[in-house]
C-alpha cells in the first residue's frame, strides 16, 4: 500500500511520460483482428511476427506513438462488456477509449461502422467533457471512440478548478503529495 512514507521517491525529478506504448490484448483469430482494426478502423499494422512456438502477434498503431499489442491465444478467455455498459465489473477491462481529434472523425467512424455492419451507440456527450460512441471488436473487446470537447490534457493541472477536481478525497491524497515535495 502507498502511504506518504513511501512517497520518497516524488522528491526526485518527474519522469519524462509521453503517453500509452502499447495495450496487449489477446485474439483468438489474428487475421479477424487485423481487419478489423486495419480494414474498418483504417489502422496501421506496424509489426507482425511468428514467434518459434508459432504465436502470432502484432502491433497497430493508434497514432501519437501508442499502440495496440494483440497476441493470438486460440483459447483465450476475452472478458466482453455486459449487456448494460454502465455495470462495472471489479477487476476487468472495463473499454478500451480511442481517441479522435474531433466530432467530425467521430461522425465519420460511426458512419464507417455502420456501414460495416458493426453495432455502434449514437454519439453522445459525457460530462461536459467528451463526445463519444461505444461499440465492439470483433473480440467482443468493448471500444469507446471519443474526441475532447476542451482537451484537458493540454492544459494546465490547476487543482483549485472546481469543476475539474470537485472530488475533496482526490484533492486530499493530491495535496498530501504536494506537501511531501516541498
Known sequence: MITPANLDTASEPALPWSGLHHLAL????LDATIRFYS???????LFARRLPDGTRHLFIDLGGGATLHFWEVATAEIYTQPPQ???FVPG??????????????LRALQSRLRVAGVGVTDI???????????FEDNNGIALE???WLTDLTALPVDHGDTQRFADPATLSVLAEIDAHLR
Do not use: K
Open 26 to 29: 489477446a485474439t483468438r483469430d
Open 39 to 45: 480494414g474498418i478502423l483504417g489502422m496501421r499494422v
Open 85 to 87: 455498459p454502465e455495470v
Open 92 to 105: 476487468a477491462l472495463q473499454h478500451l477509449a480511442l481517441r479522435l481529434p474531433d466530432e467530425a472523425a
Open 124 to 134: 453522445f456527450e459525457q460530462a461536459g467533457l467528451v463526445r463519444l460512441c461505444f
Open 145 to 147: 471512440a471519443s474526441c
